[in-house]
């Protein structure tokens, strides 16, 4: 290639989004010409999930048991934990998976938890559960495995860790296949039969919200503060941010509140008070 080729830059493609609706506009009326644009841009078109999102606050009922699987979840966390149990977090290794196996091995450090990230190297590994990651957690010890940003498709990886010994929970947020891995409990809110009311979650919103159901089964426990911070890297990054749907991922902090949300479920259970 000649060194004095002429470059030139190539011509700007602009992609404008169609106008809001006139009766849409008339809905969004209490805020101005400029947001209503942007709120129909993004997807909100009554002013009651405008306003909620807006807000940072979310407009449906955030019962984190309406997941399916959670309640098993719950339960076999606080047995991991009460019994001093080695536990893996195994994640994935883009942005949103990476945020939420810090998230989950930061607050299962606070409950005194012996835990194991576990990562998937990208090139010998590729993404998600694999045999011999199974057999070498088994081989450390560990007892139960809790999976983040992946899993719901492991069907074969799933019930090799069963045979290992060892007991799994999957939470993730992509769609299930036609068969769900034989793991002690499966939370993904894309399953056909959930009734949670939201399944546009990224990975990184389970770890951050699984602590009210583990509250109501346990009570007090060791505090699970600042885990809030690295949310915010997961839902910028991952697939779905631009929805902008998971818990308070819009306010400072991202959720700090105790009270926060749906998979605040394991967080709930094992004993942990923010």
């Known amino acids: 290639m000649s060194n004095n080729a002429e470059y030139r830059p ?5 992609r404008v989004h169609y106008p809001i609706p006139n009766d849409i506009s008339q809905e969004l009326s209490e805020f101005s010409p400029l947001l ?32 399916k699987g959670m309640e098993a979840a719950v339960e076999r966390l606080h047995q991991a934990v009460v019994g001093g149990e080695k536990v893996a977090v195994y994640g994935d290794y883009d942005v949103d998976g990476v945020t939420s196996t810090a998230l989950m091995v930061e607050f ?3 409950l005194g938890v012996e835990v194991r990230p576990y990562i998937p190297d990208r090139f010998d590994e590729g993404y998600g559960l694999n045999d011999e990651a199974m057999r070498t957690l088994a081989g450390e010890g560990i007892a139960l495995v809790i999976t983040v940003d ?22 993730d947020h992509h769609h299930p296949g036609s068969k769900l891995p034989p793991a002690l409990a499966v939370i993904d809110p894309k399953q056909v039969d959930d009734i949670y009311p939201e399944n546009t979650w990224l990975a990184w919103a389970w770890p951050i919200n699984w602590r009210r159901p583990i509250w109501q089964i346990s ?7 600042g885990l809030g911070g ?14 902008g749907r998971e818990p308070d991922a819009r306010a400072p902090g991202l959720g700090e509140d105790p009270q926060d949300t749906a998979p605040g479920a394991l967080f709930a259970g094992a004993g942990c008070r923010g």
């Open 150 to 171: 992946c899993g719901v498709r492991a069907v074969g990886e799933v019930g090799l860790a069963n045979e290992l010994g060892m007991d799994v929970i999957i939470s």
């Open 230 to 243: 690295s949310g915010g890297s997961g839902h910028r990054g991952g697939p779905g941010a631009a929805q």
């Open 36 to 67: 209503r644009q942007l709120l129909y841009n993004r997807g909100y078109q009554d002013a009651e999930a405008a306003a909620a999102f807006i807000e940072g606050r979310v407009p449906f009922d955030r019962d984190p048991f309406l997941l």
């Open 108 to 110: 299962l450090t606070g």
């Open 219 to 225: 009570g007090s426990g060791p505090g699970c503060g």
């Open 10 to 14: 190539l011509p700007k493609r602009w």
